[in-house]
């Protein structure tokens, strides 16, 4: 379990549409009191990236990706999470662009209200790599820019170089962003994370990234199980804390399945560059098969002592439950 407050700052606002999530307590044994919340059901309500949106009082207002390939299936999904009422959900419409397929992560970008990143994953290498940097309005998420992910000029795609998670980091000395992506990884061959300058607001989609620095490898103490995800998603806390969950699928759509979180770093720059340390991995919590969750998204609150965790659990769609990140 975490030992220390992962510092927060306020989250990006966009009006979401209404969840109820219990702020557990955590048991003796680090086990989460609270309730897993369904946002989406069956095959197409999987949760496969997560931020916070709006934190006000005791009311959360979300964004969440799914892992949808097929047409009319939804990319984004606007969640309300408040105490005494069902999740409500919304699903957004997509525009500015081609309706990606296969959305695996998402982030806010710091310092810049309502604009966010979503990453499709290559589907396997159907196509390449890329990352869409959207803002949402209403109930349409618009496209501002699309770029291919550095380095996948040659991805033919398979299940340990699938890609699943992409965040955004301000340096809080200089401001300067910094893009963080991994590979899922797959039982033993490791996550590879790398990291690169990042202009959110660059003049075209080919001046977004600098400076690509790693890989960085990563292998999750546990799950230990067969086919281990070991980085499923991937969060960069403001003072640097790098976030991880990890993940065990049996691929079968009904499960057992089961899911660990992990402190398992830090990022900073040096002389102007990324600098992406990862050290031996401090557990922050732990799902069995008879939990039966697949965490694939991971996003900070703004108190610095929550997190959400975000589920995609196949047959039976997806939830999310907060969680405490300190003693």
């Given at each position: ?79 309300r999470l408040a105490p005494g009422h ?183 720059v040096d002389k102007g560059r990324p ?53």
């Amino acid at each position: 379990m975490a030992k220390k407050r992962i510092v927060a700052t306020g989250a990006a606002g966009v009006c979401a549409c209404a969840v109820l999530v219990t702020t557990g307590a955590l048991s003796a044994h680090g086990a989460e009191e609270g309730t897993w919340q369904k946002v989406g059901d069956g095959m197409t309500g999987g949760v496969s990236g997560m931020v916070v949106t709006k934190a006000a009082g005791d009311r959360l207002d979300l964004l969440v990706a799914r892992d949808n390939k097929d047409p009319g299936q939804p990319r984004l999904s606007a969640v309300r999470l408040a105490p005494g009422h069902a999740p409500a959900v919304r699903d957004l419409k997509w525009a500015g662009s081609e309706v990606p397929k296969d959305l695996e992560s998402l982030d806010a970008v710091p310092g810049r209200p309502g604009e966010y990143t979503t990453m499709s994953s290559g589907d396997s290498g159907k196509f390449r790599p890329t990352v869409y940097d959207v803002t949402v309005s209403g109930g349409t998420a618009t496209v501002r820019w699309s770029a291919p992910l550095p380095g996948t000029e040659k991805y033919a795609g398979d299940d340990t170089q699938n890609y699943e998670a992409f965040a955004v980091h301000q340096d809080p000395a200089t401001k300067k962003y910094v893009a963080v992506w991994a590979t899922r990884g797959s039982n033993g061959t490791a996550s590879q994370v790398r990291s690169a300058a990042f202009d959110p607001a660059a003049a075209a989609p080919d001046k977004v990234f600098g400076h690509v620095s790693g890989p960085v490898a990563f292998r999750a103490p546990w799950p230990a199980q067969d086919e281990v995800r070991h980085i499923s998603d991937l969060k960069i806390a403001p003072d640097g804390t790098v976030v991880l969950s990890s993940a065990q699928d049996p691929n079968k759509n009904s499960g057992p399945f089961s899911s660990a979180v992990y402190e398992a770093g830090r990022l900073g720059v040096d002389k102007g560059r990324p600098a992406l340390k990862l050290s031996k991995p401090e557990e922050v919590r732990r799902y069995t098969t008879a939990d039966n969750r697949k965490i694939e998204a991971v996003a900070l609150l703004p108190d610095g002592d929550h997190a959400l965790w975000g589920t995609d659990d196949e047959d039976f769609g997806g939830s999310v439950l907060q969680d405490r990140l300190d003693d």
